[in-house]
């Protein structure tokens, strides 16, 4: 039985006309990626198998993909060989053949003074709850019945008569949950507006690294030092009534 | 060298003041050593009657961690065990007096045995292992490993996590679990201490289990594939 060409393929290899080569921008941060230009066909290779059906390459026109093999370049899920590698070609990686041109600076630009608001938006990605807010006559009726090894994870302060419970595995009560980023506590079910800037917020809220930053859901915040926190068990919250 | 008359009297009230049993029983408490102040194996009713108060404060301030509502502090059993633990400690490290009258220093403890006892007993008991695996290691046909191990067998609460080989009394175990605070405070032991020969006893393993929960794994995994 003849054996099948397209076996052990590790790259796969794509061809463009020169002049689309604007198309090739979105896969332009894919570091593996070489390129040589061919007198009006630009040549790619370094295409991982994973990528070749990635939305990044599909959505790229009038291109043809290629395997190697020996010598020979294939058409994808060709049989017989297309073309021969040429040694005249000059591979260089693809963020230097694409280079990025920033744009001039504005220097009519007078936007400067506008500010961004902190905010939380409603979110569908899931994420681990790590904190969670309990009523104080809730946790009184249950954490007699609590076992210590649950407690024990878990630390505790309280703030306007609620407890703030932080620690992983919660305890199984009810409560609205918090999930944590960095030292923020946002709502379940709430994300940053702008994520990228949770650095920056986190700087300018707090005055030094060992603070939290609770966050309601109508987006204000208030500051907890770690320092506050105990740890929580029978007789901390026996001597706390 | 010649005393006044006034410095005698001095050292007669401080002779008298110094309450060793207490001393020692009050380091072990608090720093976890034990240190012996004589090596008469010898205490007064007076000095146990301090121990017992001074034990009461210790339970009360250690039963604002107790779940539930903590049993009423047993001082007849607390004095008790003060006084094992300090005898045991005395005949570990020098044995002066031949060992001829061994009943008039580890009688069994007289009364019944509940949770109020354990708990109360557990206040100086809790260091009893230590002083038998040491005895043990010396030398393990000793009279005195005997005499230990037949008092933890009645107070297991004390032993738990030691790994110590004991025919626990599991009717005892299933009474005394009626009480909540108890059942709490031995399953919470033997977790923390991750006693898994104690869970060869079915009532301890389940109530292990419902203590743990669904984190089985992650708290003790060893008590998932094992047990």
């Known amino acids: 039985m003849e054996k099948d060409l397209t076996q052990n393929i590790t790259e796969y290899w794509l061809r463009l006309p020169i002049k689309y080569k604007d198309k090739l921008a979105q896969i332009r941060v894919w570091q593996s990626l070489r390129v040589a230009v061919d007198n009006d066909d630009i040549w790619i290779r370094g295409i991982a198998p994973a990528q070749l059906h990635s939305p990044e390459i599909r959505s790229i026109p009038f291109k043809k993909i290629y395997f190697q093999r020996e010598n020979a370049l294939f058409f994808l899920e060709g049989n017989l060989p297309e073309e021969r590698l040429k040694t005249s070609w000059v591979w260089s990686p693809i963020h230097t053949f694409l280079p990025v041109t920033l744009p001039d600076y504005n220097f009519n630009f007078f936007g400067i003074k506008e500010k961004i608001i902190f905010r939380i938006v409603p979110s569908t990605v899931e994420r681990e709850a790590a904190a969670q807010w309990v009523d104080m006559d809730v946790l009184k009726n249950s954490i007699l019945k609590t076992p210590a090894v649950r407690l024990q994870p878990v630390q505790w302060t309280i703030v306007n008569k609620k407890a703030l419970l932080i620690g992983i595995p919660l305890l199984a009560l009810p409560g609205t949950t918090l999930w944590k980023h960095q030292n923020f506590l946002l709502p379940a079910g709430f994300d940053f507006e702008y994520p990228e800037l949770s650095t920056y917020f986190q700087k300018k809220m707090t005055q030094s690294d060992n603070e939290l930053i609770i966050i309601n859901n109508n987006s204000t915040y208030f500051t907890i030092s770690t320092t506050d926190f105990q740890s929580l068990s029978i007789s901390s919250f026996r001597l706390s009534q | ?227």
Request: proline share 4%; hydrophobic share 40%; charged share 20%.
């Open chain 2, 1 to 227: 060298m010649t005393l006044t008359v006034r410095q005698t009297l001095l050292c007669l009230i401080l002779l008298s003041l110094q309450n060793n049993i207490l001393q020692t029983i009050h380091h072990l408490r608090t720093s976890g050593h034990f240190v012996l102040y004589t090596k008469q194996p010898k205490v007064t009713l007076d000095e146990l009657a301090d121990v017992g108060d001074f034990l009461a404060q210790e339970y009360e301030n250690e039963s604002l961690n107790y779940p539930y509502q903590a049993p009423d502090f047993d001082k007849e059993a607390a004095i008790w065990a003060a006084k094992t633990i300090y005898y045991a400690a005395q005949f570990l490290a020098h044995r002066l007096e031949e060992p001829k009258d061994l009943e008039k220093f580890f009688k069994p403890y007289a009364g019944k045995i509940t949770p109020a006892t354990q708990l109360s007993a557990d206040l100086s008991l809790r260091f009893l292992p230590y002083i038998f695996k040491e005895l043990e290691h010396i030398d393990f046909d000793d009279w005195l490993v005997k005499t230990l191990q037949q008092i933890l067998q009645s107070f297991p609460y004390a032993a738990i996590g030691h790994d110590i080989e004991l025919k626990v009394n599991e009717e005892q175990l299933i009474s005394d679990f009626s009480n909540d605070c108890f059942r709490m405070m031995f399953t919470d032991r033997v977790i923390a201490a991750k006693d898994i020969n104690m869970t060869k006893h079915k009532i301890i393993q389940n109530n292990v289990s419902i203590h743990l929960g669904e984190h089985a794994h992650s708290f003790w995994s060893a008590f998932v594939t094992e047990v």
